[in-house]
């Protein structure tokens, strides 16, 4: 039986993540439900594609994540079931698959109308409509029963960093801050390699603090193990597992980390200078 998985903006206080999961059994009891992450920032549509992009494939195919983020009713919103990479997605037409798929096109977009009701009557999208559609999929339903197909959903530009040659400057921004607070940039491995070919130095430049090496893991600062405490609170640059850039600070926190140190927030630009 599939899997079904819940992303969403509730956090874990109020109701609503319980409700979700409680439609789902009644609908089929024998339901495998597992949480992704109910901690995303309100609305925040980049930071559920970077958690969502990094997980779902460790999922088995087919499997069916309904992900709640900026998914409350609207009649003059689609609600939409797209089929990517092999899984299902139950989702609010609000550009979340644009960002998530940004590089690859979805086998199949689909506008649900399955337990269509009158607008007055929907009072919850993800259980009036997103659990419905997760246990017909569940119990072995087409997904072509459940809407009418179609060919696109709404699109959002992803940021992308971009090379001054001028200035012999490669501009990114940051993307996605870390529970450790580390902060993943929107500068990948294979841009920084591309431009950093032409050049014999690099620098980091994180609000006129200079970082001049680039590690593959986050141990990777530590010389002297003997010595590894003398390390805590050292800054780096790595590329993660995601070949994305990333400021880190060696066993940081959210109070403690990459944001609080360097004073960065979502948005904030990073700069690495060639010579």
Known sequence: MPVITLTSDYGMLDHRVAAIK???IQLNPNSNIVDISHEIT???L???AYILRNSYFNFPKESIHIVSVDSFFHKDRKNLLVKADGHYFIVADNGLMSLVFHDQKPEAIYE???NNRFDDDVKFASTDIFAPVAAHLNNGGLPELI???IKNYKEIKLPVSSFNEPEKMLIGEVMYIDQFGNCVTNISKTSFDKTAVAYKNFEINIRNI???NINRKYTDIITDWKKETDYIGKASAIFNAQELLE???YKGNHKSGANSLFGLKVGDKIY????
């Open 22 to 24: 409680g439609s789902l």
């Open 42 to 44: 309100a609305y925040n």
């Open 46 to 48: 980049l930071q559920t």
């Open 112 to 114: 649900i109308t399955i």
């Open 147 to 149: 809407g009418r197909k």
């Open 210 to 212: 200079f970082l001049k």
């Open 247 to 249: 400021i880190t600070i």
């Open 272 to 275: 690495i200078q060639f010579d």
